[in-house]
């Protein structure tokens, strides 16, 4: 794929561009096998989910850098300026159409972005999400309030220009620090929820909840672990890490308990809000049902490792099937012990992070690892998405 950014030496995010997409694939299945190999001898590989090459990116976390009058959105260039990239191709058609409109209505408000190396400035990104139907979220990253206003006035005529835009707020990060995005969240629309369908379920998206980067291949993981929890028909699943409900709305069926546990509050209310519209339309599913709280605690509960509790909704059981999707440093090793000492038959585990996911499997060499896939989600890098079915011998 040709970027005209990369060609002028301005971005360099996309490390794969000048290799042909197939091969990207190839060679990420390969250092996939290589890397689980040891600890998951005679896994079977089942052919990697491929994604559309541009256009795929649901999510544009632009950085804002130049003047109120000329604002940039893309990255920070080498000396801490903003090098504009809103024309950049990966992003999905109606994230990038709306992209330019905003930094429009950013110069028209006059809002003053964030000045890195001199530490100065309110406007520090924009942070937009789009739907597979077209709707949107915008969220405003300040560091005070002080132009809050200004943005609170100029809605109005923002959302005529963007039909789509249906959910919209201002972060506030007040801290000079690395991190995207800060603790207290403003409401700018009536509405706080995105709502992403994926065929037969709707997933509701927070400000700051946790989605999938690709809904294409976000879909197709989901699915894989349907597939995967029909295969070996648990009558109860424990989704760890659970986000907005994903792999714990998809895995549901007639007869079959689910529950999901996920830190984030709005994602587990947005998580119950998608359980009830899912089991309304299908009442012959199994409850769904979702906790607020940290899925390592909840999975070690107050059960012994040789006694697990009678009730299924306390905390400390492990079902027939566990689902965990953890962040990149993989599973706390509390877990993965309480895992290999439980009576749990099936875990599904899905990871961005092959050293992280190998360690994990090592440490658990009673659920043999039977089946994985790769999954690309993030096209021209090195990045890939890859989840594994375990099973008890």
């Known amino acids: 794929m040709r970027c005209d950014y990369a060609e002028a030496g301005v971005c360099r995010s ?25 600890a998951a001898p005679g896994l079977g590989w089942l052919d990697p989910v491929t994604s559309a090459e541009r256009g795929f990116r649901n999510k544009a976390k632009l950085v804002v850098g130049g003047s109120p009058s000329a604002p940039t959105l893309g990255i920070l260039g080498p000396d801490g300026h903003g090098v504009d990239l809103r024309a950049c191709a990966l992003h999905e058609p109606a994230v990038a159409a709306a992209i330019p409109v905003v930094a ?183 409850p769904v049902e979702f906790t607020a709280g940290d899925a390592t605690a909840y999975a070690l509960g107050s059960a012994t490792a040789d006694r697990e509790p009678a009730d299924h909704t306390a905390a400390g059981y492990l079902p027939d099937l566990v689902v965990v999707n953890p962040p990149r440093r993989g599973l706390d090793a509390a877990l993965t012990d309480r895992l290999e000492r439980s009576a749990v038959r099936h875990v599904v585990y899905s990871s961005c992070h092959l050293d992280t996911l190998a360690r994990d499997l090592a440490r658990m060499p009673s659920l043999r690892a039977r089946e994985a896939r790769v999954f690309d989600m993030f096209p021209q890098t090195d990045h890939l998405e890859v989840m594994v079915l375990l099973s008890r011998d």
Request: glycine fraction near 10%.
């Open 104 to 286: 429009d209505a950013i110069a028209g408000w006059r809002l003053l972005p964030y000045d890195v190396p001199r530490r100065r400035g309110e406007l520090k990104h924009v942070l937009l999400t789009g739907t597979p139907d077209g709707a949107l979220m915008l969220r405003f990253v300040l560091r005070g309030t002080h132009q809050l206003a200004r943005i609170r006035e100029g809605l109005p005529r923002l959302r005529a220009a963007l039909p789509g835009l249906a959910v919209v707020s201002v972060n506030l990060q007040p801290e000079h620090k690395a991190v995207l995005e800060g603790p207290t969240e403003i409401p700018l629309t009536e509405s706080q929820t995105l709502r992403m369908p994926l065929g037969e379920v709707t997933l509701r998206l927070r400000p700051g909840s946790f989605f999938q980067t690709n809904t294409a291949v976000a879909h197709a993981l989901y699915q894989q672990a349907r597939a995967w929890a029909d295969l070996v028909e648990p009558a109860s699943i424990l989704d760890l890490y659970c986000g907005a409900g994903g792999f714990a709305l998809f895995t549901a069926g007639p007869g079959r308990e689910v529950r999901g546990v996920e830190l984030s509050t709005e994602a587990v209310d947005g998580a119950r809000a998608s359980a009830g519209e899912l089991c309304a339309r299908h009442p012959e599913l199994g």
């Open 14 to 38: 996309c490390t794969r561009l000048s290799v042909a997409y197939p091969e990207q694939v190839a060679t990420k299945a390969a250092r996939a096998r290589e890397a689980l190999s040891p």
